[in-house]
């Protein structure tokens, strides 16, 4: 599809026209961008993925026993829900399309954005008055009405340095206030963008309120300096280290002189400055799994020879839930696949392939390597078999 092509899910916006006036910029509401939308789960659905062991889950009390604004985290017990209030509290459930496969479709609606900057999607069930206060996410977001109905309220781009009110576990704005004009509310199917740095506060206008949160990867300057500098020093040697040839008699020998620092500045920035390096920290970086434990290796390697036979049986491959995978071209036909947090050098084509939402099946045979590759990428528990009951 053209980058050119009108999206209704972007109230008739195209793509490029999305990206050029509103991606990081403005926030923008899409009345109807899913038609007739039919929301995968119900609020009882969300509450019992809360209750299950390993999924990350919240209840925000806005008048909480033990104070205003009362965070829980999960598991949570069924208990737990007979015993809140008939309004004002809101349940968030991370990662949802981890686990509910209708979920994880919605992302391939997507795919105007890049997939690696994806990270997830958050659904949250509020009955009337429910939300989690007015506050700022550092990442952009799409907020999904999936049932009933949610106000917004948008207060403009505000600090980083906003005041949050202290003593709670959420961060909540001291103070905010409605910009004229930014104040709706959503009915299923319709649709809000808003960048990072918008102040937003949605609260619950029924009582089987659920909205989809779809937000996106945006790792700060601090993480990535650490998280790069980690990488980087796995791969240089022991031996590249600071060095004085021009160094001359000090008048004082306890300065440290502007030429010393000067020598360690241009150590730290030539050793920096590998765009190669770069790239390959940060598409391991990027598909890191949002959760570690999601993925199952084999315990036992997989001969190359049983899984083409498998392919040649007919049996097809898919990404495991949580998975993520990105390509970066090297050049002559060559290619680093990211895979969760690991990178293989292998055919481009191969690369494009396992990134790609299409089957993978015996097809990926025919390209140099993909049998070894592809054995890797199951016993890492980054790829499994579709079993039958999912082919039907």
Same mark, same amino acid.
């Given at each position: 599809m053209s980058s050119n092509t009108p999206l209704s899910m972007l109230g008739g916006l195209s793509a490029a026209e999305f990206l050029r006036d509103h991606w990081q910029r403005k926030p923008l509401?899409?009345?109807?961008?899913?038609?007739?939308?039919?929301?995968?789960?119900?609020?009882?659905?969300?509450?019992?993925?809360?209750? @299950? $062991?390993?999924?990350?889950?919240?209840?925000? @009390? $806005?008048?909480?026993n033990d104070g205003p604004w009362q965070v829980s985290h999960g598991p949570f017990d069924e208990t737990v829900f007979a015993e809140l209030p008939e309004r004002d509290w809101t349940l968030l459930v991370q990662a949802v399309d981890h686990y509910v496969p209708e979920v994880a479709e919605l992302l391939d609606r997507f795919d105007f954005l890049p997939r690696w900057r994806l990270d997830d999607i958050m659904i949250s069930y509020a009955p009337p008055g429910g939300s989690v206060g007015p506050h700022v996410d550092q990442y952009d977001v799409f907020l999904l009405q999936g049932i009933g109905r949610r106000h917004w309220q948008l207060g403009g781009k505000v600090a980083d340095d906003a005041p949050i009110i202290a003593g709670i576990d959420l961060r909540i704005l001291e103070r905010f206030e409605v910009t004229p004009g930014d104040d709706w509310v959503l009915e299923p199917g319709d649709m809000l963008y808003l960048p990072p740095g918008w102040a937003h506060h949605g609260v619950s206008q029924s009582d089987d309120c659920l909205t989809l949160s779809v937000?996106?990867?945006a790792p700060s300057a601090d993480e990535a300096i650490t998280s790069f500098a980690d990488y980087l020093g796995e791969q240089l040697p022991t031996s590249l280290r600071y060095a004085d040839p021009d160094l001359a008699p000090p008048d004082d020998p306890g300065e440290l002189d502007a030429d010393a620092v000067a020598r360690m500045r241009r150590l730290i920035l030539d050793t920096l400055d590998d765009p190669e390096q770069l790239a390959q920290w940060f598409g391991r970086a990027m598909t890191q799994p949002k959760y570690v434990d999601q993925l199952v290796p084999n315990e036992t390697a997989t001969p190359v020879d049983d899984l083409v036979a498998a392919l040649h049986d007919g049996e097809t491959l898919q990404h495991m839930p949580g998975s993520r995978f990105a390509w970066h071209d090297l050049g002559n036909g060559r290619a680093t696949l990211f895979a969760d947090g690991d990178g293989v050098d292998c055919e481009l084509g191969l690369a494009q392939a396992l990134c790609a939402n299409a089957p993978?099946?015996?097809?990926?045979?025919?390209?140099?390597?993909?049998?070894?590759?592809?054995?890797a990428l199951l016993d890492a528990g980054s790829l499994g078999w579709v079993d039958d009951e999912q082919e039907e």
């Open positions: 509401l899409i009345r109807g961008a899913f038609p007739d939308f039919q929301c995968p789960l119900d609020p009882d659905e969300l509450a019992g993925l809360a209750c @299950e $062991e390993g999924v990350e889950a919240r209840i925000v @009390e $806005e008048h909480g937000g996106f990867r993978l099946d015996v097809e990926l045979l025919d390209i140099a390597g993909a049998g070894e590759t592809i054995t």
